[in-house]
Structure formats: C-alpha cells, structure tokens
C-alpha cells in the first residue's frame, strides 16, 4: 500500500508539532511550500541567578517540504539553488545565533 501526499504530510504535522511551529501551504519568496517547520532552541549559562548571564546561544532549524509530481536532476537542482536563495530570507543571525539548518524535503 503507497501512502498519499496528504498522508505523509499529516504523519510529518504529527511528528513534528510537538517541537517545531508548523504551517501548510505557505507562499515564501514566491514559491509555494506544502509544510514548514521552525524550530528554535535557546541556551544560556547564568551564575547564580539569571539574570547574571555568561552566555547565550541559539539553534535553530527550518523544513521545507514541497511536492513535485516527478524528481528529476533538474527539479533537484532547481529546488536546491532556491533554498540556497532563501538563506538571507530565513536566516536571522544575532549576537546569540549559532546555527540554522535548512532542511529541503522533496
């Protein structure tokens, strides 16, 4: 039995909306993507109370799922130079920002 689109894209809401921030069907830089999901972790070392912060730092990471009827090289390789272009869109460093995945899901 093969699963549907709609399926594996419930099963991935499923997984994932424990930790991550989850929307359908969002328009980013013009294109269409069936599922994103951000997540965010933040950790700091403080002394004593926390307000005496030594340190900080942030991990992030964002999915971006969209479906193609048929994977080919070209579609891969179009998919990849536009996730590649929506770093400067998605990524927002700050003092605290160590890294951010991008995760393409074809």
């Known amino acids: 039995m093969q699963i549907t689109l709609d399926e594996y894209i419930q099963n991935l809401v499923h ?11 969002e328009e980013m830089a013009g ?3 069936d599922l994103t999901a951000r997540f965010k972790a933040r950790n ?3 002394i ?7 340190f900080a730092y ?5 999915v971006l799922l969209k479906a193609f009827p048929e994977v080919t090289a ?5 998919f990849s130079a536009r ?18 995945v991008l995760t393409g899901v074809m």
């Not at 997984?15 to 069907?25: A, C, G």
């Open 15 to 25: 997984r994932f909306s424990r930790f991550y921030d989850v929307t359908l069907n």
């Open 31 to 33: 294109q269409h993507y």
């Open 44 to 46: 700091e070392k403080y």
């Open 48 to 54: 004593l109370l926390r307000e005496f912060t030594l």
């Open 58 to 62: 942030e991990n992030c990471e964002i």
């Open 74 to 78: 070209a579609a891969v390789a179009e």
């Open 83 to 100: 996730l590649k272009d929506l770093v400067p869109v998605l990524v927002q460093p700050s003092e605290e920002h160590m890294s951010t």
